[in-house]
């Protein structure tokens, strides 16, 4: 949790994460150190104010081949006086890094927002990322209504693009390339 002035607002923000990962051990001397690392699963999410209480989940594959289709969904349990605003887009997971263009939309009656994305055909990991804006009006006099912002929240979930084998022939009868089936040759 965070505490941050912005003008004459004390904004409060908190962030969570979760990370699956597997190490990769080599044994140097005595010593045991870390040779590379997998992250199977990653997510993180930013939330100021009133977010910090709404339960938001954004759901992509855990992995994917390249150059394919894939759907992303992001669920809001949002209170009833209140009207959400939220975008989902995706970037590779590169550096420096690109940002991608956001595009808000008012969430429909269901609290579920989803957009369709082709992977890239790279091999480069993704991140989904969704942003939301949580907004909340109250009368002001008889005939006006103050709208403002209650809540922000980011979330960002990794999945991983399965490379694309190039390389290697893979054969279904066990024939090696002069037709022996015992996979010797002559």
Do not use: H
Request: hydrophobic share 30%.
């Amino acid at each position: 949790t965070a505490t941050d002035t912005v003008g004459d607002i004390q904004v409060i923000g908190e962030l969570y994460s979760t990370a699956k990962c597997v190490y990769f051990l080599e044994k140097t001397g005595s010593k045991w150190l870390i040779s590379s690392e997998k992250i199977v699963e990653e997510t993180s999410a930013l939330k100021y104010g009133d977010a910090r209480y709404i339960n938001m989940e954004l759901n992509s594959p855990k992995q994917i081949g390249p150059n394919k289709y894939y759907t992303t969904s992001l669920k809001v349990d949002a209170p009833d006086d209140s009207v959400v605003i939220a975008s989902i887009s995706k970037e590779n997971i590169i550096y420096p890094q690109t940002k991608s263009d956001d595009a808000f939309r008012k969430m429909p009656d269901d609290n579920i927002l989803e957009r369709v994305f082709l992977s890239n055909k790279n091999n480069v990991n993704e991140y989904t990322v969704a942003s939301v804006g949580i907004t909340r009006a109250e009368p002001y006099n008889e005939n006006q209504v103050k709208v403002y912002m209650g809540g922000l929240a980011f979330i960002m979930t990794r999945f991983n693009v399965i490379p694309e084998n190039k390389y290697i022939k893979f054969d279904d009868d066990n024939t090696n390339s002069e037709g022996n089936k015992d996979g010797k040759g002559k």
